[in-house]
């Protein structure tokens, strides 16, 4: 018969998984602070899912907060989750024909965006507000 011993773990890798858990924890604390200190900006959030057109859109940020937004819902978001949801990217198969053979082929290199937040004009001043605050410290500091 075998010598193992099942369910028993070596003290010193427990002692490390409490420790990583720990860190784990402490960042993702501090990595919502940050996120809910950013800079926030008004959108309107689409779903363009061929499929799932008109059905929520439900993801985690950074493994810190989780959002619910519905298709067409005007939202406050911090920009940097408005980035993500702008760059969430998929292929878009196209056909067309090539050049050499005459023949149609299908071409995966196009991509089309699966979700989108389009500024509101609220969120669109306030986006102007971050971008010229800098520029008026800066010129207060050198006067």
């Not at 860190?23 to 602070?33: G, P, S, V």
């Amino acid at each position: 018969m075998g010598h193992k011993r099942e369910g028993v773990m070596n003290p010193e890798l427990k002692k490390r998984d409490k420790e990583q858990a720990a860190q784990l924890k402490e960042a993702k604390k501090r990595w919502l602070k940050e996120l809910e200190e950013e800079p926030k900006v008004e959108c309107i959030v689409r779903n363009h899912d061929f499929l799932n057109q008109g059905v929520p859109i439900e993801f985690t940020f950074r493994r810190v907060k989780k959002y619910t937004i519905k298709d067409g819902e005007t939202v406050t978001l911090p920009l940097s989750v408005y980035n993500h949801i702008n760059s969430m990217q998929v292929p878009a198969p196209v056909t067309v024909q090539d050049f050499t053979t005459g023949q149609m082929k299908t071409d995966f290199s196009h991509k089309r965006a699966r979700f989108t937040a389009t500024l509101t004009e609220k969120g669109i001043a306030s986006l102007q507000s971050m971008v010229s605050a800098p520029a008026r410290k800066t010129k207060e500091a050198s006067q």
